[in-house]
């Protein structure tokens, strides 16, 4: 499931090559990036998260045109997500906090359409 995308440069060949680019995005006026120093994304630039895509794309924009060969990607869970459906009882609404905190389970009210 899609929860949203990201704008960055891909990865450098290097730390120092990293920074250098963190620099010439600095002296283009952005101040807003995040060199990735560890993991799988290491000597990335992130140049942003958003939850719509045409914000991604703005930012995608803005970024190509200060002559940056930027990308965009979504970010997506990679774990599954279960909802349980019931119609709470007066004596049952407060049972289901019963359940073993392990299962981190939680109660929201979400609206119908």
């Not at 803005?62 to 349980?84: K, N, P």
């Not at 049952?92 to 979400?110: M, S």
Request: with cysteine; charged share 25%; hydrophobic share 40%.
């Amino acid at each position: 499931m899609v929860r949203g995308y990201s704008v960055f440069l891909p990865a450098y060949d290097s730390r120092d090559q990293a920074l250098a680019a963190a620099r010439q995005l600095s002296a283009a006026g952005l101040r807003d990036y995040y060199v990735v120093t560890a993991g799988d994304q290491e000597n990335t630039i992130s140049l942003g998260l958003f939850r719509q895509q045409a914000n991604a794309q703005r930012r995608l924009q803005q970024v190509e045109s200060l002559g940056f060969r930027a990308s965009l990607g979504e970010r997506a869970d990679d774990q599954q997500q279960f909802w349980i459906d019931f119609d709470p009882l007066a004596e049952a609404d407060e049972q289901w906090r019963q359940v073993p905190a392990v299962l981190r389970l939680g109660a929201r009210p979400v609206p119908c359409f």
